[in-house]
């Protein structure tokens, strides 16, 4: 059966395309105001703690090695330095009433600080397309080896930030 | 819907769907042009712009999240809304209680875990009748959980304290 347009079709177009521009509005309420950050790459570090590795795993590592530290696309970054030291824990002991601190026999923790140019913005430090902070966990992994670790410390290299804020004032 | 495509016997479908989406568009246009303020309450309920201080809680945290913490600079959700600023960072050691053989309940330190209180100073909350709200439209109360981040930290925490400045 063919069927003509009519105005109430037409007004119903209208009404449902309005209420699609409204809900799109509607949703960016809760979005804060878009800011353009000012960024600069900059040279910096930053370590990941791998906790419980094999003893001797740092052999397997130098410095100037590049290494994968994104599950999905191709981001490298180089390893500045690698400290192996003896996987410690911490037991309590119920006879004593304390923790008692031990070495894990085997075991090993590696610091492994990787260099990277990252941008920098005021919001913080971007590697591989995201900002990384301590607590973040990272992989790191070649075609020999992959561990999982959590970054602990990020260095900025004497960069200051403050002066993003102050070129993004004078615009 | 009937037989003869009507709706409660009387109206057409098609003038059915055009009702309900005309009361869907009104609702959508009376929240989207109702006026609010920045952080998305509805300005017939705000009693007043105040600041805020705040304390966070981050529990059994590494020293390293300490050190980042003790930069602090702006705190900011995941959705990138400023949620004040770090104006102390103070910690302590965590502890637990435990019972020794001879039955005395004791407190310990839990090695290399330590409590953060975070003080944070947020210029633009507002005050309503039923609660305080952060950038982001975030209420917030003693006990409330919040997820935040710094420029070299992630946290979450717990609000254990709450006054207002002015």
């Known amino acids: 059966m063919k069927k003509k347009f009519t105005l109430i079709d037409a007004g119903i177009i209208i009404i449902v395309l309005a209420l699609l521009v409204v809900g799109i509005n509607v949703l960016d309420l809760w979005k804060p105001e878009e800011v353009v950050q000012e960024e600069e790459k900059h040279g910096v570090t930053f370590t990941v703690l791998c906790d419980s590795v094999d003893e001797g795993f740092s052999k397997r590592m130098k410095a100037g090695d590049k290494v994968k530290i994104t599950y999905g696309d191709d981001f490298y970054v180089t390893i500045d330095e690698v400290i192996e030291e003896p996987l410690k824990e911490h037991k309590y002991i119920d006879s004593k009433g304390e923790y008692i601190t031990h070495t894990v026999e085997g075991k090993s923790s590696l610091r492994i600080r990787l260099k990277d140019d990252a941008i920098i913005t005021k919001d913080g430090v971007i590697v591989a397309n995201a900002y990384i902070r301590v607590g973040d966990s990272l992989p790191i992994y070649t075609k020999e080896y992959a561990l999982v670790g959590y970054i602990i410390d990020i260095d900025e290299k004497g960069f200051d930030y403050k002066k993003l804020e102050k070129k993004g004032g004078e615009e | 819907m009937d037989k003869n495509g009507k709706v409660f016997g009387k ?156």
């Open chain 2, 11 to 166: 109206i057409n479908v098609i003038d059915f769907v055009a009702i309900v989406v005309v009361v869907l568009s009104l609702i959508g246009i009376a929240i989207r042009f109702i006026p609010r303020d920045s952080a998305g309450v509805w300005v017939e309920d705000i009693r007043e712009d105040v600041k805020l201080s705040y304390v966070l809680e981050i529990d059994g945290v590494r020293i390293f999240s300490v050190d980042a913490l003790k930069k602090m600079g702006v705190v900011k959700d995941s959705r990138g809304f400023e949620l004040g600023e770090i104006v102390n960072v103070e910690y302590t050691e965590k502890m637990t209680q435990t019972v020794l053989d001879d039955g005395t309940p004791v407190k310990i330190p839990i090695p290399e875990r330590y409590i953060v209180r975070l003080t944070i100073e947020e210029d633009d909350a507002r005050e309503t009748d039923k609660s305080y709200i952060i950038s982001g439209g975030t209420a917030i109360t003693v006990g409330s959980s919040l997820t935040m981040h710094t420029r070299y930290a992630n946290c979450s925490g717990k609000v254990v304290d709450i006054k207002k400045i002015k």
